[in-house]
T-cell receptor, first 109, second 118 residues
Framework: DAKTTQPPSMDCAEGRAANLPCNHSTISGNEYVYWYRQIHSQGPQYIIHGLKNNETNEMASLIITEDRKSSTLILPHATLRDTAVYYCIAKTGNTPLVFGKGTRLSVIA | GAVVSQHPSWVICKSGTSVKIECRSLDFQATTMFWYRQFPKQSLMLMATSNEGSKATYEQGVEKDKFLINHASLTLSTLTVTSAHPEDSSFYIC??????????????FGPGTRLLVL
């Protein structure tokens, strides 16, 4: 699976959009980009995934660059409950998720 | 949908005893389930992958005789920590892969089980 690189931490003001970047420059054509988050002392929560098209669901939007070497997770209106560690993972459909260090997002009132 | 439960949510046991943790997929069938472990201030570490009806595949460095995994049905996997020691104290999280929701097969996670071995 391709290695991903994320900033270790980010801050975001409550009510503003949170844009979390992820670099996956060695991603292969059959690898999806998955985003999960882990709120303190809980199991990871699935957010969204995509292959090459931008995706949106009730939680977030995923923007993947045309060359697929990077992506951005967008939380359109961050709330205090969005404070968590966010993980970006590139993998094929049948391999297990392997977690890196992620980005610790702090939403500030 | 896509709910995974774990039981118990926390357990305290004496050193030398065995502890069993159950993981259930409540609203989907999971041919494949995964077990992870997380130490404080660290990321999740994959321990093993289990497929229904067959033996689990363990990651390097994980003792298969210490961490017994059984995946007897499409909705239930169990992890038994045998002869637990204080260094086994950790947050254990299971995950189930939904086979029926399109080409990008998504893993869903349970809430985790916190184990403290005294």
């Amino acid at each position: 699976d391709a290695k991903t690189t994320q900033p270790p931490s980010m801050d975001c003001a409550e009510g503003r959009a949170a844009n979390l970047p992820c670099n996956h420059s060695t991603i292969s054509g059959n690898e999806y980009v998955y985003w999960y988050r882990q709120i303190h002392s809980q199991g990871p929560q699935y957010i969204i995934h995509g292959l090459k098209n931008n995706e949106t669901n009730e939680m977030a939007s995923l923007i993947i660059t045309e060359d697929r070497k990077s992506s951005t997770l967008i939380l359109p209106h961050a709330t205090l409950r969005d404070t968590a560690v966010y993980y970006c993972i590139a993998k094929t459909g049948n391999t297990p998720l392997v977690f890196g260090k992620g980005t610790r997002l702090s939403v500030i009132a | 949908g896509a709910v995974v439960s774990q039981h118990p949510s926390w357990v305290i046991c004496k050193s030398g005893t065995s502890v069993k943790i159950e993981c259930r997929s409540l609203d989907f069938q999971a041919t494949t389930m995964f077990w992870y472990r997380q130490f404080p201030k660290q990321s999740l570490m994959l321990m093993a992958t289990s497929n229904e009806g067959s033996k689990a595949t363990y990651e390097q460095g994980v003792e298969k005789d210490k961490f017994l995994i059984n995946h007897a049905s499409l909705t239930l996997s169990t992890l038994t920590v045998t002869s637990a020691h204080p260094e086994d104290s950790s947050f254990y999280i299971c995950s189930a892969r939904d086979q029926g929701r399109g080409p990008g097969k998504t893993q869903y996670f349970g809430p985790g089980t916190r184990l403290l071995v005294l």
